[in-house]
């Protein structure tokens, strides 16, 4: 009940925002469609007119079609960038399979004496196609493109992912804050959204015959006027882009508090947090949101922007374990102490980075760091499990999880079992709570923010600074649950602001601040114009 | 009037067509006949050119078809096939005005014409068919609605394939029955494909016997019988020759050698002498009498002779012996 309650109050606080979504979203999905369907029904047609060209087609377009979306929005990212023209490409693409196989079945399955007939009556080729058989396979043709729809309203969803808007923002928001009821106010009005195209196709099949003209030329003319409007604007819009990532734009230590802390505002794109570092690179964006140790800092050769009013919170890697634990094997203590500060933020891009670019695996790469470090590893053996060691399901805190079960194994006779890839903060903390999971690699300000959840004024109190902050969560974790940060890594994996080292050289743009007087000269400048 | 001459048909170096010729006169009803794969179709076909031939020539009233331009040469001739063909989505009316329509009558004038035509195929009253779709009509009825749009535009010229071939039994001796008096036929020039014998000889003026691309034999279906040209013309007749020859032995052909009872009774019935016997016996057959007589009478109405069945048999018989010597 309670549930249902407060999906209700969301659905009540974010109308404005779900009523532009879902526009964004039918917007992307008829505009796909429509296109598809100027392209695939002639297309569908040609072939039942030059059959060998029928299965070279169909095999091409089927191919697109297996293609996985994600992958698909990959591959249209270097050539198209982000924003709304991939999106409708990409839809387009996968509705295009269903349009023309459709259309060139239903065209086919026309009895052929009725084609026989009409020829013998003495039709031209385009008075059989115009009046016996289009009409004649009206329904299958409809079939093709109500599943079309369907297919459409659904990866409509993901190119929220590359910065079209849509539905899926919202399910993308709320999958990264683990908010049920944002990921409901996504995904309900995007199920009602399938069903209500597919009802209106279905009542349109049944007039198409008497409307078929004015609609044709309505689709045509919705094509070449209203897409351009929608389209261009992408193209022009402002020259400095940012790129964010759903959770960047909703949290309060995300862009609503930078915004407020350094006073100024960006054009901002909502992106995948895989895509963010590519559209980057690509010139697609000008400045993302990183986090400070990612290995891609490296290798695509980005700069991070010195956060000159200490707005980022720090994010401390620290091992957080259950007080339980640590009292039945209190040896940890002491084999963490030896760890204490030993990895530095470079050090952790650089393991990141082997990871990520030179595809090594976790566990030799923390395994080559501590034998480098000159610690003793031996062959991990034997089976059993005394502790288990947990790990969120990204890079650096896979190598992390290895990287304490080689110290575990190394200077205790325990033996240390992994379960990595727990999707997101909350999951990982509840595992450890619940004590299916003894320890994992925690950060300070996730801690402070997302675990403690505190408010603003007691934010403001411990202004950012790394001891005050690592003090209060151990205090208060200690006491409210009974969990323990022990000793910090070293690194700090915090929120960066970060752009391509060439142009931050080129634009003399070191810190947020120089940025943000870019970014006000260059509004100045074209307000001016 | 209708000329082929050394019409040829490849498909993929085969020949389908293989060099034939003949004419067809004006309001004459020509039968292509064969087995199946014998070629007619494709004979029938070339005619409305929805196949190419690969050398020779038609002409219709004199013009080169070939000089013309197909889709207007197809609305000239009216076309039924044994699927019919009609287009499901269209009502009975729609059907049947697609050619004038094509011909861009005015829409009082196909009115009026789909009704005509919806009466002389015998789908009265007319009100009750023009709305419905095919799916709502029998075999038979389609096939009537068929031939009405085959004759929508007065086409003086008529191409059959087959046209009762998906028809059951009696409903295609019925039709046949009907299509040979229906009123529309008259003055046709008509050419129709079948593999049926008895169809054949009902319907055709004269037959052309067709087997593996080639003309056997052109004739009336009284000459192929009786002067087979070649053995196969007289072997394709084998099985069915007795009904065969009843059939196109008409009485006038036996008055010679009939005998008069010399009754001069009203009440008797009559038969005109272009009747075929078997169709004398099959109309008698319900009178068991063996003595049972009727009266031959001429074009005129006018009495030539009184005769029971058993005495016209007699006859046949004799005039068959002559005959096939």
């Known amino acids: ?529 | 009037m209708i000329e082929v001459s050394n019409l040829t048909k490849e498909f993929n170096g085969i020949k389908a067509v293989d060099n034939i010729s003949f004419s067809v006169k004006k309001g004459e009803t020509f039968v292509l006949l064969g087995t199946s794969g014998c070629g007619k179709t494709t004979t029938l076909k070339m005619i409305n050119r929805l196949v190419e031939p690969t050398s020779g020539e038609m002409r219709i009233e004199g013009r080169k078809t070939l000089e013309e331009e197909p889709t207007k040469l197809r609305k000239q001739i009216g076309y039924v096939i044994q699927n019919i063909g009609l287009f499901p989505h269209y009502t009975v009316e729609q059907n049947i005005a697609v050619v004038p329509q094509l011909l861009k009558w005015d829409r009082n004038r196909i009115r009026n014409r789909t009704n005509e035509l919806l009466e002389l195929v015998g789908l009265v009253p007319p009100e009750d068919f023009l709305k419905r779709h095919p799916e709502e009509l029998s075999g038979g009825q389609q096939q009537r609605v068929g031939l009405a749009r085959a004759f929508a535009a007065d086409p003086s010229i008529i191409l059959l394939d087959e046209p009762f071939g998906a028809l059951d039994p009696i409903t295609r001796r019925q039709i046949q029955k009907e299509f040979k008096k229906l009123e529309m036929m008259l003055a046709k020039t008509i050419i129709l494909v079948t593999h049926d014998i008895f169809e054949a000889f009902d319907l055709a003026d004269r037959i052309c016997l067709m087997d593996e691309g080639r003309v056997k034999q052109i004739g009336t279906p009284k000459k192929l019988l009786f002067s087979p040209k070649k053995k196969f013309v007289k072997d394709f007749f084998r099985s069915n020759r007795f009904l065969l020859e009843l059939k196109v032995i008409p009485l006038k052909d036996l008055l010679p050698v009939i005998s008069d009872t010399g009754i001069r009774d009203e009440t008797l019935p009559k038969f005109e002498e272009s009747t075929s016997l078997l169709d004398v016996l099959e109309t008698m057959e319900s009178s068991k009498d063996p003595k049972s007589a009727f009266r031959i009478m001429d074009s005129a109405e006018k009495i030539k002779k009184v005769t029971t069945h058993k005495d016209a048999l007699e006859a046949f018989l004799k005039i068959r012996l002559k005959m096939t010597a």
């Open chain 1, 1 to 529: 009940m309670n549930q249902v309650n407060t999906f209700f109050d969301f659905i009540l606080s974010h109308q404005n925002e779900i009523l532009e979504q879902t526009l964004e979203h039918i917007s992307l999905t008829v505009i796909a469609l429509t296109i598809s369907v100027l392209i695939g029904l002639p297309l569908g047609i040609l072939l039942t007119r030059r059959k060998r060209l029928a299965s070279p087609v169909l095999g091409v377009v089927g191919i697109i079609q297996t293609i996985p979306s994600v992958a698909l929005l990959g591959f249209l990212l270097p050539l198209m960038g982000i924003g709304v023209v991939p999106a409708i490409v990409a839809l387009f693409l996968y509705a295009l399979l269903p349009i023309i196989r459709n259309t060139f079945t239903g065209i086919e399955e026309v009895d052929p004496s009725v084609k026989e007939a009409a020829q013998g009556m003495g039709m031209t080729n385009t008075q059989i196609l115009g009046k016996i058989e289009l009409p004649l396979a009206v329904p299958v043709i409809f079939a093709g493109i109500r599943t079309a729809t369907v297919i459409n309203v659904g990866i409509a969803t993901l190119c929220a992912l590359i910065a079209s808007g849509g539905l899926g923002e919202f399910i993308f928001r709320g999958i990264a804050l683990n908010n049920m009821n944002m990921i409901l106010a996504g995904a309900i009005p995007a199920a009602v959204l399938a069903l209500l195209l597919d009802s209106v196709l279905s009542i349109l099949q049944k007039f198409i015959r008497k409307i078929i003209k004015p609609f044709l030329i309505l689709s045509v003319i919705f094509v070449f006027i209203i897409v351009p409007l929608l389209v261009l604007p992408s193209f022009i819009g402002s020259s400095f882009r940012a790129g964010f990532t759903a959770e960047f734009m909703e949290r309060a230590d995300g862009y609503p508090g930078l915004k407020r802390t350094y006073q100024f505002e960006m054009d901002t794109m909502e992106l995948d947090p895989g895509l963010m570092y590519r559209a980057l690179k690509n010139g697609r964006v000008d400045v993302i949101c990183g986090f400070s140790t990612d290995g891609r800092i490296k290798a695509y050769d980005f700069k991070i922007l010195e956060d000159d009013k200490n707005y980022f919170p720090p994010y401390q890697a620290v091992p957080l374990i259950r007080g339980e634990t640590l009292r039945k094997y209190p040896i940890l203590r002491d084999i963490f102490a030896k760890f204490k500060g030993k990895i530095t933020d470079e050090q952790m891009a650089e393991l990141n980075y082997r990871v990520d670019r030179i595809k090594e695996s976790p566990s030799k790469v923390a395994r080559d760091f501590l034998e480098q470090m000159g610690f003793q590893i031996p062959k991990r053996s034997g089976k059993g499990a005394d502790i288990i060691i947990g790990a969120k399901n990204f890079t650096e805190q896979f190598i992390l999880a290895h990287l304490f079960a080689y110290l575990i194994e190394s200077y205790s006779s325990l033996k240390a079992d992994l379960k990595t890839g727990l999707a997101g903060t909350k999951i990982c903390f509840d595992a450890l709570k619940s004590g299916q999971i003894d320890l994992y690699p925690e950060y300070t300000g996730t801690g402070l923010l997302a675990i403690l959840d505190v408010d603003e004024h007691t934010r403001k109190s411990l202004m950012n600074d790394e001891q005050k902050i690592f003090d209060f969560v151990r205090e208060e974790s200690k006491k409210k649950y009974d969990l323990e940060w022990i000793h910090p890594l070293g690194f700090s994996n915090s929120y960066a602001l970060m752009m391509r080292k060439k142009q931050a050289e080129k634009l003399n743009i070191k810190t947020i601040t120089d940025l943000k007087s870019y970014i006000e000269n260059q509004k100045a400048a074209e307000d001016r114009n």
